[in-house]
């Protein structure tokens, strides 16, 4: 089975700056999409970013960016310029490309991002 | 504009009783999830639904009952046999065969025994 881990539980970073949160994840499958939703204090569950893993180009949204390292089993989110408006929940996501109907999507347990002004 | 939505936001159930929770989405997902979320863990699945009229249990079925007879609608009935039922709880759908697709959240429901 697969596994997802987010191994800080909480970060900070100052408005106007650069934080990455990091995310692995365990898997024998080649083919898989990786998300990042992001969980702000309305616990509304948005959709930050997703990446194919076929793709070697990592994906880009605005100010959010991922490092994808597919051999190293690595997919970390960028975000530039924080803004008070980014702190939330952050919660790393495993699908496989197999899974025709979600029913496999696997969370990380989540990392807190506080946005110090 | 198309969504999922959850009802009540905030629900209080007292000890012994059923509650249901709703989940309603005009996305025309065939796939639809119910999810569980404790503070400072990730997200359990407890149901989800492929097509209507059919339902498979997830990681944390029991205690927990649901129906699809609609395509819209996916309601989550909390029994008294969850021994544990505060947490909060949240709906997703998501189109069949499209693995690239994350999941469409709804806003969720927070339950509270008293």
Redesign the interface.
């Known amino acids: 089975a697969q596994t997802?881990t987010q191994s800080q539980?909480e970060m900070s970073v100052q408005e106007a700056e650069t934080v990455t949160l990091s995310c692995t994840y365990d898997t024998s499958e080649s083919d898989y999409?990786l998300?990042w939703?992001k969980q702000p204090p309305?616990?509304?569950?948005?959709?930050v970013i997703?990446q194919?893993a076929y793709k070697q180009q990592n994906a880009t949204e605005n100010r959010f960016s991922v490092n994808f390292q597919k051999a190293a089993k690595s997919f970390s989110l960028k975000i530039s310029d924080s803004q008070l408006g980014d702190a939330a929940m952050y919660?790393c996501?495993y699908?496989?490309?197999?899974?025709?109907?979600?029913?496999n999507?696997v969370?990380?347990?989540?990392t807190r991002l506080s946005v110090l002004p | 504009d198309g969504g999922i939505t959850q009802s009540p936001k905030y629900l209080f159930r007292k000890e012994g009783q059923n509650v249901t929770l709703s989940c309603e989405q005009n996305l025309n997902h065939d796939a639809m999830y119910w999810y569980r979320q404790d503070p400072g863990q990730g997200l359990r699945l407890i149901y989800y639904s492929q097509i209507v009229n059919d339902f498979q249990k997830g990681d944390i079925a029991e205690g927990y009952s649901v129906s699809r007879e609609k395509k819209e609608s996916f309601p989550l009935t909390v029994t008294s046999a969850q021994k544990n039922p505060t947490a909060f709880y949240l709906c997703a759908s998501s189109p069949t065969g499209a693995t690239n697709y994350g999941y469409t959240f709804g806003s969720g429901t927070r339950l509270t025994v008293v």
């Open positions: 997802v539980p999409y998300f939703y309305s616990r509304q569950m948005i959709l997703r194919e919660f996501a699908r496989s490309a197999w899974d025709n109907y979600g029913q999507f969370f990380g347990p989540g």
